[in-house]
């Protein structure tokens, strides 16, 4: 069995469940069929497996460093694994086929990306930014920008970054720095610094695309002065050749806990330092007109956050099959009331408290990789859906999923991977294993693409009070269809049902008294329990949606889904009701403590 990804939960999840394959009988994926699906996911899992997993360490030993010439020094082995992707078609997955993409279901295109972020986070890293970086520019950009600076990008060649930070703002991107001066032929010249830049500089590509956030000058102060800009590390010719180097330069690196492979940079625009002697500013093209820049950064940031939510679960599944491998093989101690001491020793599997930390891995990384294909699959229904109602209600799930599809995995796969060196025992903690570097690599998932805190204030600030509440009257609505259908089932389904259905009953009542009183100091200042307390309905849900899909069948992958929703069931979903109890009561402990006493 591979100890990447499982491919019969892949396959489970995406055709039994939530019926991808259904989706070719809409006019948008028509040209495509189960077989064409099954096909890129079986690419996929080859390139995974042949070209990334083997390098996974090595990028992790052998980090970036900078060369006498001031160039990135990263290993030939990358190199070659990201020539094989971009050679295999795989970048252009999802986009649509008039910018030469294959236009495959976003769930389908997920799916098999998730192979990659698990086989190596680090070298996953390049593409998926990329990616996100393209689809902005095909929604927002001209043609003549989606030509330029998107196609070469969809196709394998270049790579693309989102620089957003600052090192004064950090995530308070209303408080950046980074200026935009007018120039009579229509382009801009940039003057800033931007920090935490993930592929910011390599030589990995003939060109890099940054999407730059800074602010024109004479812009409104805050977040509606931001505008957007294209500033390509080498400037672009009108045939689309390349030009001179811009005026972006490579400052340092950051040194992570994780993620090693990753260049992860310190950038100056506009000081002369990468074009010395030539004219200062780089050179930038604003996407749309001024001001929109955040809104428009949002189109990937969102898309981006479902992906860091998938790159959390495709560790925490690496990790998790890596020690359930492990607990098979390692034999030690004897089952509990054995006392001849000349009995056999006998695998880690046989004893509870393994299987405890097992099955805790299990429903976090079977329901957390449920929980994004299903928003995938919304994302294919709100491009794809039969009417309007179809596609906003896919809207508005969606809307009120993504924090959670974000954070909730990212805390609870970082369990997992900490539960996977715990079953290695002292030897998880060696690098003889692979299951440290997953833990490190993984706890970069709830920091980037917004933290847990703002993940949280997003959620419970706007996405579950927008519309009058709509998004979450949405959700609501459709775990009560579940528990419905739930309820017909067996006795243990519908058991499964009535915790559900009392717990998302709280939810809302415990949302309504969070907002009750008008004051968003005292609403918000528990709203990272409020996340991870939703998040638990919302794996409940997915988990009790899964057991639908199983039905009667049994083998011993459908018997695993059944252990893992009964672990979850008895032992996580109670962990909400506390929680509940404490938001309903509007405790103020950390808005009344003083700094001073931290």
């Avoid at 400052?251 to 492979?261: A, D, E, P, Q, T």
Wanted: with cysteine.
């Amino acid at each position: 069995m591979s100890v990447v990804l499982s491919r019969r939960d892949v396959d489970f999840l995406l055709f039994e469940w939530l019926d991808a394959a259904g989706l070719t009988e809409r006019e948008r994926y028509a040209e495509h069929s189960r077989d064409t699906f099954d096909a890129v996911l079986d690419l996929a899992e080859t390139i995974a497996t042949r070209q990334f997993a083997p390098i996974n360490r090595l990028l992790d030993t052998q980090e970036p460093v900078v060369g006498e010439d001031g160039k990135v020094v990263l290993p030939a082995e990358l190199s070659e694994a990201l020539r094989v992707y971009a050679e295999s078609g795989m970048p252009a997955a999802t986009f649509d086929a008039e910018v030469g993409g294959m236009q495959l279901p976003f769930a389908v295109g997920q799916g098999a990306f998730a192979f990659l972020q698990a086989a190596s986070a680090a070298a996953a890293s390049y593409p998926f930014l990329s990616t996100g970086n393209a689809s902005l520019l095909v929604e927002h950009g001209s043609p003549e920008q989606v030509e330029r600076y998107a196609l070469p990008v969809i196709e394998g060649r270049w790579y693309g970054t989102m620089a957003l930070s600052e090192p004064q703002a950090g995530s308070s991107l209303g408080d950046i720095t980074t200026r935009a001066v007018r120039q009579p032929d229509g382009t801009y010249r940039l003057f800033g610094t931007k920090m935490w830049i993930s592929g910011g500089d390599h030589e990995l590509s003939e060109n890099i695309v940054h999407l730059v956030l800074a602010k024109v000058e004479g812009a409104p102060a805050g977040v509606k002065g931001i505008s957007l800009f294209i500033v390509p590390k080498f400037l672009v010719e009108p045939d689309g050749s390349l030009g001179e180097r811009n005026d972006v330069a490579l400052v340092g690196l950051n040194h992570k806990m994780g993620w090693r492979g990753t260049t992860n940079t310190l950038l100056n625009f506009g000081e002369g330092l990468a074009t010395p002697g030539g004219a200062a500013g780089a050179v930038g093209d604003i996407v749309g007109e001024e001001g929109h820049g955040l809104a428009q950064m949002f189109h990937m940031m969102n898309e981006a956050r479902i992906s860091v939510g998938m790159g959390a679960v495709a560790l925490g599944y690496t990790g998790y099959l890596h020690s359930l491998e492990y607990a098979k093989q390692r034999t030690q101690g004897r089952v509990a009331g054995a006392k001849d001491p000349s009995l056999p020793q006998v695998p880690l599997t046989e004893h509870a408290d393994v299987r405890r930390m097992l099955l805790a891995q299990k429903s976090y990384v079977e329901g957390g990789l449920g929980l994004l294909l299903y928003c995938a699959r919304l994302v294919d229904e709100q491009v794809s859906g039969a009417d309007e109602a179809a596609r906003t209600r896919a809207h508005d799930l969606l809307e009120v999923l993504t924090p959670i599809a974000k954070s909730w995995p990212s805390q609870w796969c970082l369990a997992a991977n900490d539960l996977a060196i715990q079953v290695h025992g002292g030897s998880g903690y060696t690098r003889d294993y692979a299951v440290e570097q997953f833990y490190r690599d993984n706890r970069l998932n709830p920091i980037h693409e917004g933290t847990h805190g703002i993940q949280s204030l997003d959620l419970l600030g706007r996405k579950v009070v927008a519309g009058g509440g709509a998004g979450l009257a949405t959700l609501v609505g459709a775990i009560k269809d579940t528990t419905g259908r739930a309820v017909a089932g067996d006795a243990t389904l519908a058991a499964y049902a009535a915790q559900l259905d009392e717990r998302v009953d709280r939810l809302a009542e415990v949302t309504g008294t969070l907002w009750a009183g008008g004051d968003p100091a005292v609403a918000l200042a528990n709203s990272a329990v409020y996340l991870e307390a939703a998040g638990h309905v919302v794996m409940a849900w997915i988990w009790l949606e899964q057991l639908l899909a199983v039905g009667d069948r049994r083998d011993a992958f459908f018997d695993g889904k059944r252990a893992a929703a009964r672990y979850f069931f008895a032992f996580e979903l109670p962990k909400v009701g506390p929680q509940f109890d404490l938001l309903a009561s509007l405790d103020r402990t950390v808005l009344d403590v003083d700094p001073a006493v931290l």
